[in-house]
């Protein structure tokens, strides 16, 4: 069995880069052999994992453009069980050259196809944009997570994310699920974090998960060293927060039995 997750959000400043990193190091950690795959341009998923894009010579733009083979091209990140498909700037061009392409929401597909089979999780980190390198993205996964801000804007356009979700669903990808929506960058201490929890969780309900991801210092350190979460502070609140969306997911997809205690590390002195 092997899963292609998009992490998706034309919103920027959403924790989407910082979720498809962490979250794909967690699943790495709980034996779960997994690729990351960086689709945006700033290619902050792949300076994240402690590779520099500006060296990067092969990236997923050739593997588009140029039909280069993406087992030709994976890195091995600090994490074990965990590749790398990395991105480099030349991505921004990459939906002008695609326009002309026949099939060209399909081009991303292919790609993943040649590689998804060696591993039982790929994550795509997609750019804050709802363009055809999105699209393509959409196109080739199972399912998509929302990471959603606890912030007053938090729901601003994402009705217009969920409207294009169900545009590939009807157009290019009938099997495409939303995973999951998550709550990120939540401040215990402030109303309004809260607030906005709560109208998460009204409006979606079921499609909202259980972990919510707490704003956490180390969070914001670890990308200035090249490591995920789980590299640089494994028992930071942060790393726990994403080994919990971890188990969240690997419950969801029937791929561990926990027991309702075993569900989630607890934080300690958690306000």
């Excluded at 600090?78 to 480099?88: F, K, V, Y």
């Excluded at 906005?196 to 670890?222: C, M, P, S, Y």
Aim: net charge negative; glycine share 6%; hydrophobic share 40%.
């Amino acid at each position: 069995m092997s899963k292609v997750i998009a992490i998706a959000n034309q919103k920027g400043g959403v924790g989407k880069t910082t979720t498809a990193i962490n979250l794909a190091a967690s699943l790495a950690v709980l034996e779960f052999k997994t690729l990351l795959i960086d689709a945006d341009p700033q290619a902050n998923a792949t300076s994240g994992v402690g590779f520099d894009p500006k060296v990067v010579k092969t990236s997923i733009y050739e593997c588009i453009i140029d039909d280069v083979d993406p087992r030709n091209i994976l890195l091995n990140t600090s994490t074990p069980n965990l590749d790398l498909i990395p991105a480099h700037i030349d991505l921004v061009g990459a939906e002008i050259e695609m326009i002309n392409m026949p099939n060209r929401e399909m081009v991303m597909k292919k790609v993943i196809d040649k590689v998804k089979n060696d591993y039982d999780f790929v994550l795509i980190d997609c750019s804050p944009s709802l363009g055809l390198i999105t699209v393509n993205a959409l196109t080739a996964s199972d399912s998509v997570i929302v990471p959603v801000q606890c912030e007053y804007f938090a729901l601003e356009g994402l009705g217009k994310l969920l409207n294009t979700i169900k545009i590939v669903q009807s157009r290019l990808n009938i099997g495409l699920e939303i995973e999951g929506i998550l709550l990120t960058m939540y401040d215990t201490r402030l109303r309004l974090s809260n607030q906005v929890v709560e109208e998460v969780k009204t409006h979606f309900q079921d499609l909202v998960f259980d972990t919510i991801i707490q704003r956490n210092t180390k969070l914001g350190e670890a990308p200035s060293f090249g490591e995920t979460i789980i590299m640089h502070d494994a028992s930071s609140r942060g790393a726990i927060n994403y080994l919990n969306l971890g188990r969240e997911i690997l419950q969801k997809n029937q791929l561990t039995q926990l027991e309702e205690s075993e569900r989630n590390i607890k934080i300690e002195n958690e306000r």
